[in-house]
């Protein structure tokens, strides 16, 4: 069995790599972990949690993503530009997992925030969904 989050933040990579208004801002840089030396702008994954959901015969998973957007910018364009690419490709996208079912995958909410360094600019998205394993 395949875990429904990391099944789902597979899809998440290969959806925002397909999409041309992410690409033509970040190119590829979408990371699990962020290597060292990273070039600005960025995208990341942050903290994912599973809460059980089951019901007669399904075994159910909500599932609460946070996908972090970074720029060392000045001020905040940039990573509102990056943080709206992503939300528009992703938000309600019917994102196509191969071992689990879902049934839902939307944005929740957007932070856009200066991180303490004074220089970089980071926008946290999260996003729910709901995932059904076999």
Known sequence: MTSPSLELQG???TRLKAVAAVTSLIGTRIYDQVPN???FPYVSFGPTDELTEDATC????????Q???WSRAVGFPEVKAVSDAVRAALHEYDL???NNALVYFR???TRILRDPDGLTSHAILTFEAF???P
């Open 96 to 98: 196509p997992l191969t």
């Open 131 to 133: 995932a059904e394993q």
């Open 11 to 13: 899809a998440i990579v």
């Open 107 to 109: 944005h929740r909410q």
């Open 67 to 69: 996908i972090d957007c």
């Open 37 to 39: 030396g990273a070039m």
């Open 58 to 65: 399904v075994d159910g998973f909500d599932i609460s993503l």
